[in-house]
C-alpha cells in the first residue's frame, strides 16, 4: 500500500474547519438579489430608529399655506392636504412598520415554537390538540379576525383608559396610539403563528428520530433537555428563512388592516393609512399614493429576495 504524500497531509490540515455560517454568509454575497434585499433592510432598518430624528419636519407639523405641494426641494415627497410633510410621514411610518412587523413576528415565532416543538417532540395527545388548533386558527379569514378582536376590544379599552386618566390625569392614558398597536400586535399575532408551528413541527419530527437524540435519552436526559439542547436549535435554520420572508408579510399586513381602518389610525403615520388617503384623492396628486406604496412594495420585495437568498444560503445542499 502507497503511503499518502506528506503534502496532501499538510494541505489537508491547514483547511479550515467546516462552519455552517461562515459557509452560508459566504453564499449569501454571492446571491446578488439576496444581498440586494440586505442593503435594503438594513438601510430600512436605519429609518427607523434614526430617520424620525433627521427628517426637516416633523410629521404632525402642518402648514395649511402649502397644502397639496407638489414634490419639490423643500417637500421631497410633496405635502398632504393639511399641509404635513410626505417625505417625513413615510420616514416616521417606516418606524410603525418595523415596530408591528418584528413584535409581531418574534410573538408568533414564541408561540408556534413552543406549540410546534411539543407537538412534533411529544406525539400524541399534545400533537393531535396542537395541530387541530392550528387547522381552526388557518380556516378563519384573517380580516375577519382582526375586525372581530378590534370592535370588541377597542371601546372598552379605550374606555378603561378614559376612566383612568380622569382618576389620576397621567396623560398618558390619553395616547390612544398603544390601544392600536396593543390590538394590532395580538389580532396579528393570532394569524400568524399556525405557519410558524407546522414548520417546527415537521423539523422536529425528522430531528427526534436522529441517533444523537436516542443516544441523549439512553444517557437520561428529560425531554426539556433534549429540546432545549439538541432539537430546537438543530430546527432553527428553516425558521430563520421563515423569519425572514415572516417580516415582510407581516408589513404588508399592517399596511392592509390600516389601509381598512383596523390597524393604526391617524394621525400617527402609517403606510396603509397614508397609501388609504392618497387613493381618494389619487388622479390629483398622486404623490399622495405613490410614496408610501412605492416605499411598501420595495420593503416588500426585499424581504422576499433576503428570504430566497438565506433559503438557498442555509440549505446544506447548495454547497458545492
Not at 376612566?163 to 390625569?169: E, G, N, P, R, S
Request: no cysteine; aromatic share 12%; hydrophobic share 50%.
Amino acid at each position: 500500500m502507497s503511503a499518502i504524500p506528506l503534502s496532501t497531509i499538510e494541505a489537508t490540515q491547514e483547511e479550515p474547519p467546516v462552519n455552517l455560517w461562515r459557509d452560508a454568509w459566504y453564499r449569501l454575497k454571492r446571491n446578488k438579489l439576496a444581498l440586494f434585499g440586505l442593503v435594503v433592510v438594513l438601510i430600512l432598518g436605519f429609518t427607523a430608529i434614526f430617520g424620525p430624528y433627521l427628517t426637516p419636519y416633523d410629521y404632525l407639523t402642518q402648514d395649511l399655506q402649502a397644502r397639496n405641494a407638489v414634490p419639490s426641494l423643500h417637500h421631497l415627497f410633496g405635502t398632504d392636504d393639511l399641509g404635513r410633510d410626505v417625505f417625513s410621514r413615510v420616514v416616521f411610518g417606516t418606524r410603525t412598520a418595523f415596530l408591528v412587523a418584528i413584535v409581531v413576528t418574534f410573538i408568533a415565532v414564541a408561540i408556534g415554537l413552543i406549540l410546534g416543538a411539543i407537538a412534533g417532540f411529544f406525539g400524541n395527545p399534545f400533537d393531535s390538540a396542537i395541530m387541530w388548533l392550528t387547522d381552526v386558527t388557518m380556516s378563519v379569514p384573517n380580516l375577519l379576525l382582526v375586525v372581530v378582536i378590534n370592535a370588541s376590544l377597542k371601546t372598552p379599552i379605550a374606555k378603561w383608559m378614559e376612566a383612568q386618566y380622569m382618576a389620576t390625569l397621567n396623560p398618558f392614558y390619553r395616547q390612544t396610539i398603544w390601544v392600536d398597536f396593543f390590538l394590532v400586535f395580538g389580532s396579528m399575532a393570532l394569524i400568524s403563528w399556525p405557519p410558524y408551528a407546522r414548520l417546527i413541527r415537521a423539523q422536529v419530527l425528522s430531528i427526534r428520530s436522529r441517533p444523537y437524540i436516542t443516544a441523549a435519552q439512553a444517557l437520561g436526559l428529560s425531554n426539556w433537555v433534549i429540546m432545549k439542547r439538541y432539537v430546537v436549535p438543530n430546527a432553527l435554520g428553516p425558521l430563520i428563512v421563515s423569519v425572514s420572508a415572516g417580516l415582510g408579510t407581516a408589513m404588508v399586513l399592517e399596511s392592509a388592516f390600516s389601509f381598512l381602518g383596523v390597524g393604526v389610525n391617524p394621525p400617527t403615520p402609517s403606510w396603509g393609512n397614508m397609501i388609504s388617503d392618497g387613493l381618494r384623492v389619487w388622479q390629483h396628486y398622486p404623490h399622495l399614493l405613490a410614496a408610501p406604496a412605492a416605499v411598501l412594495g420595495l420593503a416588500s420585495v426585499a424581504f422576499s429576495f433576503l428570504g430566497d437568498g438565506l433559503n438557498d444560503a442555509l440549505n446544506p445542499r447548495g454547497s458545492k
